[in-house]
C-alpha cells in the first residue's frame, strides 16, 4: 500500500487558494457534520480548544472519510506532542507563536526522522495505517503541511527568515496576538494591525512562501485570497454555533406579539 497524497499541501505548493474552517468544538460528531461541506482544510485546534489526544482522533477519522483536510495545531512547539499527533495521521501541523529561525527549525525537525530531524520511529501507527503503508518514510516529508504561526511584531520582522528555512509549508498569521504585541488587545481587526500582517505578506508572496490566516469575515476572507493569500480560515464552528443560535433566537422573539 503506498502513502496517498495530501491534496492540501500538494495545494500549497502550486500556489492553488484553499478555503478553510477553524475546528474548536473537540467534537468527532460535530467535526464529521463539517467534514462534508466542503472546505479545502480545517484547523483542529488543541492551543484554545479542550481537545485531548483521542478526540483529536476521533476529529481526524471524521475529516478522513472526506475531501477536506485535516491540520492539527499542537498546544505548544514539542517535539512529544507532535511524534503523537503525527503518528495519530495528522497530515498538516500549525506551530503556535514561532518567534525565530531556531524555532522554526525546531519545529521542522520534530516532523523529520533521522538524520533529518528527530521524530521517533513506530512502524504500527495510524500514519502508516498499521503498518501497511510501506513507502511512509521515504515519501511523509512531501506530503506532511508545515505551517509557522506568527504572533508578534518580532516574529513579523524575521518572516522571511523563518519562511525560509527548509521544510515549512507556509506562514500564518495570527492577528488577535499581534494585535495584542502592538497594544492593541481586543482590537484584531484594527488597521495598523492588518498594515503589518498585509506588508509581511506581501514580502513572503514575493518569495514564493504560501502564506494564511484566520478572519471571521467572509468578505475579508474573499479580499485577502484574491490579494495573494494562499490558506484562509473564513470562519470557526464556535462563531458559526453561537451566531445563528443567536440570530434565530433575536428573530423568533422579534416576531412574538408583546402581551
Given at each position: 500500500m503506498k502513502l496517498e497524497q495530501n491534496p492540501f499541501t500538494q495545494s500549497l505548493a502550486k500556489g492553488e487558494k484553499q478555503v478553510g474552517l477553524w475546528v474548536s468544538l473537540s467534537s468527532p460528531f460535530s467535526?464529521?457534520?463539517?467534514?462534508?461541506?466542503?472546505?479545502?482544510?480545517?484547523?483542529?485546534?488543541?492551543?484554545?480548544?479542550?481537545?485531548?489526544?483521542?478526540?483529536?482522533?476521533?476529529?481526524?477519522?471524521?475529516?478522513?472519510?472526506?475531501?477536506?483536510?485535516?491540520?492539527?495545531?499542537p498546544e505548544w512547539n514539542d517535539p512529544v506532542v507532535v511524534k503523537r499527533l503525527l503518528d495519530l495521521g495528522a497530515q498538516g501541523l500549525l506551530f503556535p507563536m514561532i518567534q525565530n529561525v531556531e524555532e522554526a527549525k525546531k519545529a521542522v525537525a520534530s516532523t523529520r526522522y533521522p538524520p533529518h530531524g528527530n521524530r521517533g520511529v513506530s512502524a504500527a501507527t495510524r500514519a502508516t495505517k498499521f503498518g501497511r503503508v510501506t513507502d511512509y518514510i521515504d515519501r511523509v516529508d512531501d506530503e506532511m503541511a508545515v505551517l509557522l504561526q506568527l504572533e508578534t511584531v518580532a516574529a513579523l520582522d524575521k518572516s522571511e527568515e523563518i519562511g525560509a528555512v527548509k521544510g515549512v509549508s507556509g506562514i500564518f498569521f495570527g492577528p488577535a496576538d499581534i494585535a495584542a504585541d502592538m497594544g492593541k488587545v481586543g482590537k484584531t481587526m484594527d488597521a495598523d494591525v492588518w498594515d503589518k500582517i498585509r506588508q509581511t505578506a506581501k514580502k513572503l508572496i514575493a518569495m514564493g512562501i504560501p502564506v494564511g490566516t484566520l478572519v471571521l469575515d467572509p468578505d475579508l476572507a474573499a479580499e485577502l485570497i484574491n490579494d495573494g493569500f494562499t490558506f484562509v480560515a473564513c470562519g470557526s464552528d464556535i462563531s458559526l454555533l453561537a451566531k445563528s443560535s443567536d440570530a434565530l433566537l433575536a428573530n423568533v422573539k422579534g416576531k412574538i406579539d408583546e402581551c
Open positions: 467535526a464529521e457534520l463539517i467534514a462534508h461541506a466542503g472546505y479545502d482544510w480545517a484547523l483542529v485546534d488543541m492551543e484554545h480548544a479542550p481537545n485531548d489526544y483521542f478526540s483529536v482522533l476521533g476529529q481526524l477519522q471524521a475529516f478522513a472519510a472526506s475531501k477536506t483536510t485535516a491540520i492539527v495545531r
